[in-house]
């Protein structure tokens, strides 16, 4: 198979993030478009109920929990009411998860070059940062923006949005280009550390999991398992921004003077928990989304090795 021979010609082409020896660009964008567009069709529904969950109040709350809130949604909308909102996710997945892969591996080879060695831990880290803040202006806040605002108004008794390109002209037309810039400060703090997490622990749990092995492409279970467990950690580490940066971008933006005082009010109105709301979806969410992102990229640059040849 393409896989299996191109396990044969990696050493100077493939290994995982961060390892290795200057890979070619394009392909990293195109390997991780790829990635991108097929996980978020996966993963969804548990992004659509974290929302939810984070945008109501702690005083009219109208669900109890994410089991509630999914079953609450199909029995209103239909299964596919919880895939409400998802075009513009999905048209913007593609950029974002490109941009990403393809941040990190400008940045390592900047730090590397062609040398064939492998990032520090510091390195992996600061690369790692790198491909979430560049992720976060050019793809992420304008997307998740929009997607916010789909979510939240397909909540309304009569949505306003009639589609994608309703929406977002729509959006643009009241609000300006900025508009879709709205929570920038909270989404770069939030894409920076979750990347910086994220690249730097798949790479150790990959290294752990391999050992003294001599290999070159890993097999499913592990990238599944490593990206899991990179996914987790960044849920951990960083929910409390993803709650600010979704009320800046939700349609009540405008009770907040800005991520500060959007701070303020939550701690003040709800309590310190509510910087954890749906944790627990978010969690699902994002250890299925990393999992499969890394495992798509990987074996997807393997593809590309096997019939591009650079």
């Not at 390592?108 to 790692?128: A, M, S, Y």
Request: proline content about 5%.
């Amino acid at each position: 198979t393409p896989y299996g021979r191109a396990v044969d010609v990696l050493p100077d082409n493939l290994h995982g993030p961060g390892k290795g020896k200057q890979k070619h660009l394009g392909k990293a964008i195109i390997a991780g478009g790829i990635a991108g567009g097929i996980e978020i069709c996966i993963t969804f529904p548990t992004e659509y109920v974290k929302t939810q969950l984070q945008l109501q109040a702690r005083g009219t709350p109208k669900y109890n929990g994410i089991i509630h809130c999914a079953q609450m949604t199909v029995k209103e909308y239909g299964f596919f009411g919880l895939y409400k909102g998802l075009s513009p996710l999905f048209w913007m997945s593609i950029p974002k998860v490109a941009v990403r892969f393809g941040g990190f591996e400008m940045f390592r080879n900047l730090v590397v070059g062609n040398t064939g060695k492998d990032l520090t831990d510091g390195q992996q880290l600061l690369c790692g940062l790198g491909a979430g803040v560049t992720e976060a202006i050019f793809a992420v806040t304008p997307m998740e923006t929009i997607k916010v605002k789909f979510i939240h108004d397909q909540t309304l008794r009569t949505p306003r949005y009639k589609g994608f390109v309703h929406g977002v002209s729509t959006i643009i037309k009241e609000e300006g280009i900025a508009g879709t810039y709205k929570g920038l400060f909270p989404t770069i703090l939030k894409q920076g550390t979750n990347q910086m997490i994220r690249f730097y622990v798949y790479k150790k749990v990959g290294e752990w999991l391999k050992g003294d092995q001599q290999r070159d492409l890993k097999p499913p279970w592990e990238t599944m398992f490593a990206g899991a467990v990179a996914g987790g950690a960044s849920v951990l580490g960083n929910t409390p921004i993803d709650v600010v940066k979704t009320r800046m971008q939700g349609l009540e933006a405008k009770n907040y003077k800005g991520p500060i005082d959007c701070c303020v009010q939550i701690f003040k109105n709800e309590g310190p928990m509510a910087f954890y709301k749906g944790t627990g979806a978010r969690l699902m969410r994002v250890c299925a989304d990393v999992a499969i992102v890394f495992t798509l990229y990987e074996y997807t640059m393997a593809g590309l090795n096997y019939v591009w040849k650079t």
